[in-house]
C-alpha cells in the first residue's frame, strides 16, 4: 500500500483521501506517482525502493520516505522513521476496513456505492462504540 500526505492527515478521514490510499502493485508505482496531488512526503514501504521511483518522486516536489531494502548499499540516514510511523496507522485502517465484507469483497457493481460504503464504514470506525 502507498500512503502519500503530510503527517497532519489523520487516518480518520479515510473517506476523503480514499482514492490516495490504494493498494497497487510496485510496477504500477510510477503510474501512480503521476496521478497523485502534490504533497510534501510520499511514504511506502521496502517494495517501492527503487532509484528510479525516487528519482520521480523527488522531480514531482515530494521527498520519498521509503526505507532501503536490507542488500541496499546506501543507508537509512535520511529517513525519518517517526514520519515512516504514520504508514503503520494507514495499514491498520485498510486492516478495520477489511472487516466490512460489502468493503472487502467490493461486493457493489457501481464506484459510487462501493465509496458510499467506504464512507459509511469510516463512519463507524470513527465514532467511539
Not at 506517482?33 to 525516487?54: F, H, Q
Not at 528519482?55 to 535520511?78: A, C, F, H, L, Y
Request: aromatic share 10%; glycine share 4%.
Amino acid at each position: 500500500a502507498a500512503w502519500i500526505g503530510d503527517p497532519l492527515h489523520s487516518p480518520r478521514s479515510c473517506a476523503t483521501y480514499w482514492p490516495i490510499l490504494i493498494e497497487t502493485a510496485p510496477k504500477e508505482a510510477p503510474e501512480l506517482v503521476t496521478k497523485l496531488p502534490l504533497a510534501d512526503y510520499m511514504i511506502a514501504d521496502k517494495g517501492y525502493d527503487s532509484e528510479p521511483l525516487r528519482i520521480q518522486i523527488r522531480e514531482q516536489g515530494s521527498q520519498p520516505m521509503i526505507p532501503r531494502k536490507q542488500n541496499s548499499t546506501v543507508g537509512n540516514d535520511d529517513m525519518d522513521w517517526g514520519l515512516y510511523k504514520y504508514r503503520h496507522l494507514v495499514e491498520n485502517l485498510f486492516a478495520r476496513l477489511k472487516h466490512f465484507r460489502a468493503i472487502a469483497t467490493r461486493y457493489d457493481k457501481l464506484k459510487r456505492n462501493f465509496e458510499s460504503t467506504i464512507a459509511l464504514a469510516c463512519a463507524f470506525i470513527w465514532l467511539p462504540m
